[in-house]
């Protein structure tokens, strides 16, 4: 397939690009708001057309990839599918913008780029969770996040331009594995807190609940200290871990562990399975849809925080 680019940073540059010609997909356009970096990026990088008209990215493609700052995400995503082409967006959809409900379901393929669903160990977790209900889940995420004023990554700590801080931005993609494997919580509290000037919470300690008993506690921030990433379930008896989550390393399965380590590239599996969607006319890995329940998660957590730290529900 022939691909429009919405986006030109380190996500597109070090990871989309390479996946796509791993694959024999055909960059075709690249678009930034910016014509003279978004021209400089692409001739590093080979890519054939760019320029600052969104038009471009319609033009002679057969799919679009936005990567840009979650504020564009949806806008961008509604005009691709006006456009009736296929879209894959970055993660996460529209965060605390609360704005992915303009995306609806019906017409091209529409999806999120939450990569960690296609990770080989979770895979195999979600396996394991057919005959297996845990009463408890851990997850724990820190690493350094501080940027200066001039840091090109600065954009990240302005809810307006992000969508929100860690938890709208790592956290997402962790907050999404809990509904991939659990499904929708019907109540949560969270405490945000460590604001960056702008806004961006630094911290969020959030607890959800389901039906069935289960309760998932998450704590992720941008702090000092040795990183973390982190997933345990226990019940019945049992604990079982990712630690640390990319890795591939699974305990509690085995009487050693098992080693199920991701794809070097995580997006080359993703535009994979979007690609596949496409011309099977199926839904990928993470549909719209689905995405859209990682926000309701990161409004809720904003509006426990408001209420300090009373319940929301979640409608499940």
Request: hydrophobic share 45%; charged share 25%; glycine share 10%.
């Amino acid at each position: 397939m022939r691909w429009g680019i919405a986006g030109y940073g380190d996500i597109v540059t070090r990871r989309a690009l390479p996946a796509l010609r791993a694959l024999g997909e055909e960059p075709a356009v690249l678009w930034g708001r910016d014509p003279h970096r978004a021209a400089r990026v692409a001739e590093r990088y080979a890519v054939p057309r760019s320029g600052a008209d969104p038009q471009a990215l319609f033009s002679d493609v057969d799919a679009v990839y936005v990567a840009t700052p979650v504020a564009a995400h949806v806008p961008l995503a509604r005009a691709v599918l006006d456009a009736g082409l296929p879209v894959l967006v970055e993660k996460p959809l529209a965060g605390g913008l609360a704005s992915g409900a303009a995306l609806d379901t019906a017409g091209p393929c529409a999806g999120v780029a939450y990569y960690r669903r296609l990770a080989p160990a979770v895979r195999r977790l979600r396996a394991e969770l057919a005959d297996w209900t845990p009463e408890r889940v851990e997850v724990r995420f820190r690493c350094a996040f501080a940027p200066g004023p001039g840091d090109p990554m600065r954009w990240r700590t302005d809810p307006a331009v992000s969508g929100g801080g860690v938890l709208c931005d790592a956290g997402s993609h962790r907050i999404d594995l809990l509904l991939h494997l659990f499904g929708r919580p019907y109540e949560m509290t969270a405490r945000l807190g460590g604001r960056f000037p702008r806004g961006a919470e630094r911290r969020a300690d959030l607890t959800l609940r389901w039906r069935s008993g289960l309760r998932a506690h998450c704590l992720v921030e941008w702090s000092e200290g040795p990183p973390i990433d982190r997933l345990e379930l226990t019940g019945a008896g049992r604990t079982v871990t990712l630690d640390p989550l990319d890795a591939g390393r699974l305990t509690g399965l085995a009487e050693t562990p098992l080693l199920l380590p991701p794809a070097a590239n995580p997006h080359q599996p993703l535009f994979a399975d979007f690609a596949g969607a496409v011309a099977r006319g199926g839904a990928p890995v993470c549909p719209v849809a689905e995405a859209r329940l990682v926000d309701e998660v990161i409004v809720a957590a904003e509006r426990s925080e408001v209420a300090e730290g009373a319940p929301v529900h979640l409608g499940a």
